[in-house]
């Protein structure tokens, strides 16, 4: 695993938690954290059962005992570390949003086809039981024709002015702000649950405070987005509207969507994640309305893995879930989504957003 602070805690876990809780067809071995610091590295391999840490990112790839490389690293390192990943012939798993810009994503989905190894995307809301289940749902016709999405992701944690500039702040190191962080995993969502595919975009964004503390007294420049919104056509007729935001005070980590369908309609929450708000035409007419189903019965997808009936799971278990996946895909030679083709088809509605936001007009979405 190739870490970063908080993307590596929660990859971590995951690999700590993964072999135990599902029955899994080969045992993960979690092999080595590579880190530019050895010290903080150490501390990560330590804490999440990794047999070794190193900041010799060569020496990992060209070790024929390792197989599969995280890269959870910020995103300016993402296509440099999994294209000599997968130059040595690993299976990658990589971070949010895979890439910098359209052409890097290319170049790495190409890149892993030609290498024939199995890659993935940390789009780990995909796989809490509840998500899963509207997918399943939606897939099964429940809803009827999707028509409406409506997704929000709503954060707050650079509202105040002196919140520090990060590698999270800056164009280069990230691409976008809460566009590229937390619209990646709307559309990603969005894709998953529905199957539908992007046409054309309209974007707006803002960055409301555009110089940030540096951290040494001195102040950085924001060239990000502080919040980002979009509407969206979809191919077939559907439409969408997508919100991203960093500053909306009081929201800590709301991650919301609703899917209306000719028949029903579905809402999920981050905030309560493992319920999902239904409503279906069935039953006596007075007494239809949204309902909510709680999804940790044996019947659910991934609730039979942990706890009796009922019991809840949490943020990190999506993570274990998608690592869970991912490893019986491999050795099934089943396929495993989100790979790179599902990454670039996001980096392709980020980039269609951005232009569009930046030309004022409608952008369409390559296909
Ligand atoms: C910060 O906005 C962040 O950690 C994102 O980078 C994650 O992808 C999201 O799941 C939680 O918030």
Redesign the pocket.
Known sequence: MVGHA?MGRAHGNAYRQCNRFFDLPMDVVPAVVVGRDKRRAAEAAAKFGFAQATTDLDAVLRDPSIDLVDVATPNDSHCAIATAALQRGKHVLCE?PLALTVDEARSMAALAKKKKVRVGVWHNYRRAPATALAARMIARGDLGDVRQVRAVYL?DWLASADAPASWRTSRRTAGSGAHG??NA?LIDLVRALTGLEFEAVCGVQQTFTKKRPDGRGGSSKVDVDDAFCFLARFRGGAIGTFEAT?VAIGRK?MNCIEVNGSRGSLRWNLERMNELEVFLPDGPDDARGFRTVMCMDGVHPYAANWWPDGHLVGYEHTFVHHLADFVRALHDGTPFHPDFDDGLAVQRVLAAALESAVEGEWAEVAK
Do not use: A, E, V, Y
Request: proline letters at 0%.
């Open positions: 908080f949010k954060q962080d937390l995993h960093r980590n």
